[in-house]
Nanobody
Framework: QVQLVQSGGDLVQAGGSLRLSCTAS????????MAWYRQPPEKQREWVAS???????IYADSVKGRFTISGDRAKNTWYLQMNSLKPEDTAVYYC??????????WGQGTQVTVSS
């Protein structure tokens, strides 16, 4: 099993930046890839970005060019750097680890609010 603890959510003005962190513990070697998701108010959870063990990354079109997913395996921590934030980026953000067993582990979620 893998446990994920998130940090970094905040209230920020449009155009600002935030960095979210997600620190893993437990069976780290079982992680196949990490992802960030978000759930805007009164909407369904949506995928934001993913990073594989080789460092390859993919992004949702809505955040491409503004968000960057990265990882520091030495610290067992993954990040989501969010730049040029927009009010529509307001959401609860979750990190997720896909394990070799096929199970997904989830962080507790962190609120990001972007004011106009």
């Amino acid at each position: 099993q893998v446990q994920l603890v998130q940090s970094g959510g905040d209230l920020v003005q449009a155009g600002g930046s935030l960095r979210l962190s997600c620190t893993a513990s437990g069976s780290i070697s079982s992680i196949k890839f990490m992802a960030w998701y978000r759930q805007p108010p009164e909407k369904q959870r949506e995928w934001v970005a993913s990073i594989g063990t080789s460092g390859n990354t993919i992004y949702a079109d809505s955040v491409k060019g503004r968000f960057t997913i990265s990882g520091d395996r030495a610290k067992n921590t993954w990040y989501l750097q969010m730049n040029s934030l927009k009010p529509e980026d307001t959401a609860v953000y979750y990190c997720s680890a896909r394990l070799s067993s096929g199970i997904d582990s989830w962080g507790q979620g962190t609120q990001v609010t972007v004011s106009s």
